[in-house]
């Protein structure tokens, strides 16, 4: 890219929102929670609206190919190894892009309109307010809609509903030329397919169309633990394939050690603090089990007995 190119692109970027020359916030941008990569860009966008974007990436195709200039969408940034970042390139800040407010639609299938921008915990916050809750979630919910919408966004209501990126029924995106294009399953399907799970490589989504359910109004949330891998997943497997079963299921890999990451033991504590002493072998690998059933106060059953037969079914690694 030229000289003026670059000046170019500063200046576009100047008038899209806050400065794109300040020099603490590029390496800020250079940063992301991997720690691993560090690709200082040349400009970060703080985009105020999809228009900003899409004149944006107009002129970058425009431009064409005297440039190699790398143009990457940065949620959270919580990717591992610099997918969010841009060597010498342009960085979209897209949680600047505040121009949408969450749209509800409660009828059969009810939704929320998003900014792709948006945090899901904050998509959850006002979900609840309505009744509602997203079908599909990520564990960790500080993370963007576009951005885990980039990857599949996987957690323990996957095996029922499918990833997160099952369940959108629209979205808009920016397209490499610039054009703000509406897709869904019937509507330019494509660009729908490519871009969910397409790490920002087919478009940049600027906003989300979210499948929703009646929130639950309690949880019956349960870990269990198990030294052995085979007997885990035989009855993760026999959980996810049975029909009165869990709401979410999720089994994760634990080295049984007492730092700060193995947060897991406080499930036995202090409860129970005898229970989890007694996983007291540093360094080794446990496997867990976690479930968790949705109930309604309006239901007829208490929690135990809708409960699906956790204990006759499963075998768990009891105390010793
Ligand atoms: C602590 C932690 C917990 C996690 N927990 C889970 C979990 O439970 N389940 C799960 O599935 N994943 C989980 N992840 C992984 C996480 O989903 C991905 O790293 C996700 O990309 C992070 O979202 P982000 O908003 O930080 O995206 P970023 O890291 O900012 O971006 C990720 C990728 O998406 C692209 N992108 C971002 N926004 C857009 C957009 N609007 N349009 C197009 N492309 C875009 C970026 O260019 C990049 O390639 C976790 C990660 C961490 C660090």
């Known amino acids: 890219m030229k000289e003026e190119e670059r000046c170019m692109m500063a200046a576009t970027m100047a008038t899209a929102g806050e400065s794109g020359g300040n020099q603490?916030?590029?390496?800020?941008?250079?940063?992301?929670?991997?720690?691993r990569c560090h690709f200082l860009p040349l400009a970060i966008l703080y985009p105020k609206s999809v228009l900003d974007i899409s004149s944006t990436l107009k002129h970058v195709?425009?431009?064409?190919?005297?440039?190699?200039?790398?143009?990457?969408?940065?949620?959270?940034?919580?990717?591992?190894?610099?997918?969010s970042q841009a060597y010498q390139g342009l960085v979209i800040n897209m949680k600047s892009l505040q121009e949408l407010e969450m749209k509800f639609k409660i009828e059969e299938?009810?939704?929320?309109?998003?900014?792709?921008g948006e945090l899901w915990i904050n998509v959850l916050h006002e979900s609840l307010k309505l009744g509602?809750?997203?079908?599909?979630?990520?564990?960790?919910?500080?993370?963007?809609?576009g951005g885990t919408l980039s990857n599949a966004g996987i957690s323990g209501q996957a095996f029922k509903h499918g990833p997160q990126i099952n369940?959108?029924?629209?979205?808009?995106?920016?397209?490499?030329?610039?054009?703000?294009?509406?897709?869904?399953?019937?509507?330019?399907?494509?660009?729908?397919?490519?871009?969910?799970?397409?790490?920002?490589?087919f478009g940049i989504i600027t906003k989300a169309r979210i499948a929703l359910e009646t929130a639950p109004k309690q949880v019956k949330w349960i870990r269990v633990l198990y030294s052995d891998f085979a007997t885990f997943s035989n009855d993760q497997e026999n959980l996810?394939?049975?029909?009165?079963?869990?709401?979410?299921?999720?089994?994760?890999?634990?080295?049984?050690?007492?730092?700060?990451?193995?947060?897991?033991?406080?499930?036995?504590?202090?409860?129970?603090?005898l229970l989890a002493s007694n996983f007291s072998s540093e360094g080794r690998v446990l496997f867990c089990l976690e479930v968790a059933k949705y109930f309604n106060p309006e239901d007829t059953y208490s929690t135990d007995q809708k409960s699906p037969t956790l204990n006759s079914s499963i075998e768990f690694m009891s105390p010793r």
């Open 24 to 35: 603490r916030k590029e390496e800020e941008r250079a940063k992301d929670f991997g720690n």
């Open 61 to 83: 195709f425009e431009i064409g190919t005297r440039t190699d200039l790398t143009v990457a969408a940065r949620g959270n940034g919580h990717s591992l190894e610099g997918q």
């Open 109 to 116: 299938l009810s939704y929320v309109d998003v900014s792709a």
């Open 132 to 145: 509602l809750a997203p079908k599909s979630w990520t564990d960790y919910l500080h993370l963007t809609v």
């Open 167 to 201: 369940n959108v029924y629209q979205l808009e995106v920016v397209t490499g030329k610039g054009e703000v294009i509406t897709c869904s399953e019937e509507q330019n399907a494509d660009l729908f397919h490519g871009v969910l799970g397409g790490l920002g490589q």
């Open 240 to 273: 996810i394939s049975s029909q009165n079963t869990f709401d979410y299921i999720e089994g994760f890999v634990i080295i049984n050690s007492t730092g700060l990451l193995n947060n897991w033991r406080s499930t036995f504590n202090p409860k129970d603090p």
